[in-house]
C-alpha cells in the first residue's frame, strides 16, 4: 500500500466523521436511526484509521496540501510514522466505543448535542494527528478542545457540570495560548508556518529552550500533567462515559503527540538540554505517584478513574524523559528503547483506560451511581461486566501477562540500563523515577484491589446495587474488544513492537532493531523480549501464561477434595448471627491505613461524631466523615482564583466610573506614548 493510498484513509476516517456531523440534525427526529448512523460512521471512522496507521507504519509518509485555510497558508497534511502510530492508538479505541456507544445513547433523551459534537471532537483529534503546519495544527486543536467542551457540560442542568466545564475550556485555552507561543517562536526562526520549514531552521539554544518550555506547559495542561491537572478530575466524572473513554484514552494522548511532534521532531533531538529531559523526567515522577496517590482516597468511580490518567501520562512522561536523556548523551538505542516504552503504553493506556471507563459506564448505567460506597455484589448480577473490568484493572496493575506489565517492564529496563549520565543530580535522579514508577505500580494494584473488591465482590450496599442488570450486547462486545487487545499486547509485543520502530528511526535516526546481530527483536523469534541486550534482559509472555496457569492447575488439584463431598457452613461472623453489608470493607475503609501513612501528603480533613445514649460509655452512633482534597487546586488554583476575583472587582470599580474619567485616561495615555515615541 502505497503512502498516498494510506494517508487517503486517513482523510477518509475524517470525512465518515464530517458526514455523521452534517446529517445528525436532520434525523433528531428518528432517535434509533440517528443512534444507529452516529454509531455506524464512528466505527467506520475508527476502521479506517486503524488501517491507516497500521499502512503509515510499515511505509514512508506523505503529504496532501488541500486548497483551503487561509489565502496565503492552504492545509498541509501529512501521515508519517509518528502520525500512523496515533492515529493507530485514536483508531484502535474509537471502533469499540463506536459499537459500545450504540447500547449507552439508547436512553439518551438529548441525543442530537452528542451526535454533532462527538463527530466533530474525533475530527479534531484525528486533524491534529494528520496537521503538518502550524495553522492547521491549531485550527484542529481549538475544535477539539471546543467540542469536547460541549460534551462535558451535556448535562449542564447540574451546576457541577456548569463549572467543571468552565474550568476546563479556561484551561483548554490557556493551553492553546502557550503552544500558539511555542509555535510563534518556531516561526521567528524559520520564518514560516509550515513543518518542514521548521524542521531545517536553525533555532538559538535560547529560544530553542523558549519553544520548549512553551510547549511543554501547553501541552502538559491538555494532558493533565501535575500540576496543570486541575481541569482533569472535574471534567472526566460529568462527561457521558463513553466520551470520557475517549477523552482519557486518546484525548491526553493527543496532547503527548503534539508534545513529540513540537520538540523531538520541529526542533529535533540533536537540539536536546539535558535539563529537557530532567525536567520532563521530574513532571513524569511527580505525577505518576501525584495521581496514584489521589486515585486511592476517591470514592467516585469516575473521578478515581480520572486521577488513574495522570498516573499513566506521568508513566508516558517517564519514558519520554528517559529517551530524551539518553539521546542528549548519546546513546541513540537506549534512547529509542525508552521512546518505543513510552509509546507502547500510549497505547496501552488507551486501551485499558478506555475499557475501565466504559465498564464504570456499564455500571452507572445499570446503578444511576458513580459512588463506590453504595455499591458491592455485581459480580452476580452484572458478570460480563465484571470479568472485562477486572481485565482492565489487571492490565493497568500492570500484571502479567496483559499489557500494561510490557510497556512499564519495557521502562523499568531503560532506567536500569541508562550508564553514568554525567553529574551527581541526573545519576541520581534515573534511580529515583525508576523508584517512583515501582512506588506508582504497587499503589496502583492496590488501588484496583479495592475497585475490584469494593464495587463487584461481597454483598450489596444498597438497592439500586441489589436490583443492577446486566448491559446490552452492544456494550458487551464494545467491552470485549479492547480487553483481547489488552491480551494479545500482552502476549505478543515482539509482534507490535517492531513496527513501533518506525518512529524512533524517524525521530532519532535510531533503531531497536538489529541492535545485536540477529539478538534483538526483529529476529524471527515470537517467544521472547529481548530490549537491547539478551545477556541484560528478557521476557516471555507466553511462558509467564503457561506457567500462572500449570501452577494454578496444580494449586487447585492438590487443594481441592478429591472424592469427598464439599462440607457447607454457615460465614463465620464473629459470634453475630448474621453477615450483611455493614460487615465490609467500604472504599474510605480499605484505603485508610495509606492514608494513615501519607497523612502528610493528605492533610485529610477528618470528623467523628459519637451519638450516645444517657450514660458517655454507652454509644449509640458513630459517624465517620473523612475529605481529602488535591492540594494543588487548594494551594495553587484557588489562590489565583481568589486573586483574578479581586482584580475583576477592581476592574468592575473603575467601569462604573462616568465620561470624564475615561476621556482623563485616553488622554493619560496619548501624553504617555508621546513621551516614549516621540
Not at 224 to 235: F, I, S, T
Not at 627 to 642: E, M, N, S, T
Not at 643 to 670: D, N, P, S, W
Request: proline share 5%; glycine share 8%; hydrophobic share 55%.
Amino acid at each position: 500500500m502505497s503512502h498516498v493510498l494510506s494517508l487517503n484513509i486517513a482523510l477518509l476516517a475524517c470525512f465518515w466523521v464530517v458526514i455523521a456531523a452534517i446529517l445528525s440534525p436532520f434525523l433528531q427526529s428518528k432517535n434509533n436511526i440517528q443512534r444507529a448512523l452516529l454509531c455506524f460512521l464512528l466505527g467506520l471512522s475508527g476502521l479506517s484509521a486503524c488501517i491507516a496507521g497500521f499502512a503509515g507504519l510499515m511505509d514512508d509518509g506523505g503529504t496532501i496540501l488541500l486548497p483551503i485555510g487561509l489565502p496565503w497558508l492552504p492545509m498541509h497534511l501529512r501521515l508519517d510514522a509518528l502520525g500512523a502510530f496515533f492515529l493507530l492508538v485514536i483508531g484502535s479505541l474509537l471502533l469499540p466505543v463506536a459499537i459500545y456507544s450504540q447500547g449507552y445513547l439508547k436512553h439518551e433523551k438529548r441525543l442530537t448535542p452528542v451526535a454533532i459534537f462527538l463527530p466533530l471532537f474525533v475530527l479534531g483529534m484525528i486533524g491534529v494527528v494528520l496537521s503538518d503546519d502550524a495553522f492547521t495544527f491549531m485550527l484542529f486543536w481549538e475544535l477539539m478542545s471546543v467540542s469536547s467542551y460541549f460534551l462535558v457540560t451535556h448535562e449542564h442542568q447540574h451546576p457541577e457540570n456548569r463549572k467543571a466545564g468552565f474550568i476546563y475550556l479556561l484551561m483548554a485555552h490557556m493551553a492553546g495560548l502557550l503552544i500558539m507561543g511555542s509555535f510563534a517562536t518556531l516561526y521567528a526562526a524559520s520564518g514560516s508556518f509550515e513543518f518542514s520549514v521548521m524542521r531545517d531552521a536553525e533555532i538559538p539554544p535560547f529560544w530553542a529552550s523558549v519553544a520548549f518550555l512553551l510547549a511543554g506547559f501547553g501541552f502538559g495542561t491538555k494532558a493533565g500533567v501535575v500540576p496543570m491537572h486541575g481541569w482533569l478530575p472535574d471534567a472526566h466524572p460529568v462527561a457521558p462515559s463513553n466520551v470520557s473513554a475517549l477523552m482519557s484514552g486518546i484525548m491526553l494522548k493527543v496532547a503527548i503527540f503534539g508534545f513529540i511532534r513540537v520538540t523531538w521532531d520541529l526542533m529535533g533531538s540533536g537540539d536536546f538540554q539535558w535539563w529537557w529531559g530532567a525536567l520532563v523526567l521530574a513532571a513524569g515522577s511527580s505525577s505518576a505517584v501525584f495521581g496514584v496517590l489521589m486515585a486511592l482516597q476517591q470514592h467516585d468511580l469516575k473521578r478515581l478513574l480520572a486521577y488513574h490518567s495522570i498516573e499513566n501520562i506521568g508513566i508516558i512522561l517517564i519514558g519520554l524523559g528517559l529517551a530524551m536523556l539518553l539521546a542528549h548523551f548519546d546513546h541513540p538505542t537506549l534512547a529509542a528503547l525508552g521512546l518505543i516504552a513510552a509509546l507502547y503504553h500510549t497505547i496501552n493506556h488507551a486501551l485499558f483506560k478506555g475499557l475501565l471507563f466504559m465498564g464504570a459506564g456499564a455500571i452507572l448505567h445499570s446503578t444511576g451511581s458513580r459512588n463506590m460506597e453504595v455499591m458491592g455484589g455485581l459480580i452476580h448480577r452484572m458478570p460480563w461486566t465484571s470479568a472485562l473490568f477486572l481485565v482492565a484493572c489487571i492490565s493497568i496493575s500492570a500484571l502479567p501477562p496483559f499489557n500494561g506489565f510490557v510497556s512499564e517492564w519495557l521502562t523499568f529496563q531503560t532506567a536500569l540500563m541508562a550508564p553514568q549520565l554525567g553529574g551527581t543530580l541526573l545519576n541520581a535522579l534515573v534511580p529515583f523515577a525508576a523508584a517512583m514508577l515501582a512506588l506508582a505500580g504497587a499503589l496502583a494494584a492496590t488501588c484496583f484491589v479495592k475497585v475490584f473488591g469494593v464495587v463487584f465482590l461481597g454483598h450489596a450496599r444498597s438497592d439500586i446495587a441489589a436490583h443492577a442488570k446486566e448491559i446490552d450486547h452492544w456494550m458487551k462486545w464494545g467491552m470485549v474488544m479492547p480487553a483481547l487487545c489488552c491480551l494479545l499486547l500482552g502476549l505478543l509485543p515482539t509482534v507490535f513492537i517492531p513496527m513501533i520502530d518506525a518512529v524512533p528511526k524517524l525521530l532519532l535516526h535510531a533503531s531497536l532493531m538489529g541492535s545485536l546481530d540477529g539478538q534483538a527483536l526483529n529476529t524471527p523469534n515470537w517467544l521472547w523480549l529481548m530490549p537491547i541486550d539478551v545477556t541484560h534482559a528478557s521476557y516471555s509472555s507466553p511462558i509467564v501464561l503457561l506457567g500462572m496457569l500449570l501452577l494454578g492447575g496444580l494449586a487447585f488439584w492438590c487443594l481441592h477434595p478429591k472424592g469427598t463431598t464439599i462440607r457447607r457452613s454457615k460465614m463465620w461472623s464473629c459470634g453475630n448471627p448474621h453477615t450483611h453489608a455493614r460487615m465490609q470493607y467500604t472504599a474510605s475503609s480499605f484505603s485508610q491505613p495509606l492514608r494513615r501513612i501519607f497523612e502528610a501528603f493528605y492533610q485529610p480533613d477528618e470528623h467523628v461524631h459519637a451519638e450516645r445514649q444517657q450514660h458517655t460509655l454507652l454509644t449509640r452512633r458513630v459517624k465517620y466523615v473523612v475529605h481529602v482534597g488535591d492540594r494543588v487546586v487548594k494551594y495553587l488554583y484557588q489562590p489565583i482564583g481568589r486573586m483574578t476575583l479581586h482584580l475583576a472587582k477592581i476592574i468592575r470599580h473603575e467601569h462604573q466610573r462616568g465620561i470624564h474619567a475615561y476621556l482623563t485616561y485616553t488622554f493619560a495615555t496619548v501624553i504617555l506614548l508621546l513621551m516614549i515615541f516621540v
